[in-house]
């Protein structure tokens, strides 16, 4: 009897080892397949496409030709300014309005929290024929700053949501402690508050990063010129002009993939505990 | 929302609430919701010849929804957006919510790798991710036929993304391919709030893990469900990179995997001979906008009123 459950156990382990095995290999092994063979001749690439590159067919060509003829290292400088720069100024202004959410009590303080909510359901392309012309009157047409701007605009909603979320749980002594101490509230919010809102960090982090990072809708409306594109477009400008060229293709394509791919698997630990924590329960 | 105790009255401190609250709701304001309501205001009004603004009232509404040629353009973009929604309703979100539960079975092993594993396609942009399918799905390389080889299921291969009756469903299945992730990690952070003694309750009294999660566990995260739901909808809307990446403004072959946003986008800027234009354009957001309203407003109004919610 003990005998059978612990064979149950042991079949009904490999069934779910199987199953998450498959959806494992299904997820990456298209990725794994472009990587390989952006190593190799344009002979390896069409004669043994799910083969691993070997002496015969290694080939760095395709790099080459694209860091030869797109400049990848500005586009992406241009990705990381634009979305480290995005992070803290969303993270540092919603936790500044979170904070006033949730602890000052002033006269439509719920309304004004739904109105900042909005933009969590609304998507902001809705309104690009306006953002396109403000940032024409602005003069900002072509430059990064337009791209931060409207990211900024796009990210505080939800970031505003997370923090109040995570704000209301802050207890009430250590900031009635400092006030009785007699601190002013700007030096409680930066040195006692601020501090304490770091895990949540993380999760905000990671849900302003993602879609900033992969957008290509207001790079290529707001900032599609010659120095200004980010890493996305860039790529998709690259690989239009170079649609027949499969070295070239594949090699764009690994070299926009290898540096997120190394970045997500050192932060894929907080990442996911921010997906998984606090505001989407 | 929960108050943890009285509020501090902002009288004691008017300045630091100002300060607090200024920064955010005035570049919010700016560059979100005036462009917003700014873009409602164009769509009532028309550039002859790039003349001044005229107003003309709702005839660019009528001239979409039943000049002939604009409305067969615009209610096909809607019903493939659409076809597009209900594939991954029906597919991305099952999946989603049977990896989450099989990844919260009880002392599974390399739980966390799995998770970090299959989550990765999410990190990659959409333009990539059509890009890479495209170069697998081409009949030149042949590389998806040989990997339906393998499962001796090549006959089925075809150059899916190139037909008019298959482009559409396709591209879905690609944005399923890479968004997976998302409603596995929501469903999954649902699963763990979960109390143990709930679980561990029934499985003393005989129940099997499938009977625990389809009677115990499903019922519970439904709520989550629910927003998965509204989410896969809103995002839909969202979903221009991946065919302008793939198939171009055009959304080929002869507008079969034309959406709501590459209508957007063509209308706007225009495309071979037809001139762009910012009202019209601006119409064609507004109608998208009351169509996510509209959605928006079912799942707060129906789906959240109806659900019940169960106090852990």
Known sequence: MALNV????????????????????????????????AFKSRKGIFREPMALPTTQTFSLSGFE????????????????????VTIVVVLLLAAMAAWALSEYKFPLNTALAIYLAIGIMVPIRLGTVSILSLMVDLGLVNTLTSLVLVYVAQGLPLAIFILTEFMHQIPKD????ARCDGVGEFKIFFAIILPLVRPAVATVAVFTMIPIWNDLWFPLILAPGDGKQTITLGVQQFIGQYVTDWNAVLASLSLAIIPILILYLIFSRQLIRGLTSGAVK | MAHSGPM?????????????????????????????????????YTTPSGGDLTFVGLENYRTILSDPDWAATFWNS???????FAVHMLVQNPIGIALAAVLSLPRLKFRNTYRTLIFMPTMLSVVIVGFIWQLILSPVWGVGADILDIVGLKSLFGPWLGKEGSALITLA?????????????????????IPEDLVDAAIVDGATHFEVFWHIKM???????????????????????????????????????DIMGTLFYRTFFGYQLQLGSPTLGATIASLMFLIILAGVLFYLFVVQRRMSRYQL
């Open chain 1, 65 to 84: 030709k694209v860091l030869d003829k797109a400049d990848f290292g500005t586009y992406f400088f241009n990705s990381i300014s634009v979305t480290v």
């Open chain 2, 78 to 84: 809607f019903w493939n957006n659409m076809k597009f």
């Open chain 2, 8 to 44: 501090t009255d902002w009288r004691k401190a008017k300045l630091p609430v100002f300060a607090f609250l200024a920064p955010a709701t005035i570049l919010y304001t700016l560059f979100m919701i005036y462009p917003l309501i700014d873009s409602i205001r164009l769509s009532f």
């Open chain 1, 6 to 37: 612990r064979k149950d156990h042991a079949s009904r382990a490999v069934i779910v080892h199987a199953v998450l095995l498959s959806y494992t290999l299904i997820a990456l092994y298209p990725v794994f397949l472009i990587v390989i063979n």
């Open chain 2, 173 to 193: 299945f690609i944005s399923v391919w890479q968004w997976v992730g998302i409603p596995m990690m929501l469903i999954y952070a649902a699963l763990l709030a």
């Open chain 1, 174 to 177: 250590l900031k009635e402690a």
């Open chain 2, 219 to 257: 019922p519970l995260i439904l709520p989550t469900v629910a927003m998965v739901s509204i989410l896969t909808f809103v995002g839909n809307f969202n979903a221009f990179d991946l065919v302008y990446a793939v198939k171009g403004a055009l959304a080929g072959p002869n507008f079969s995997s």
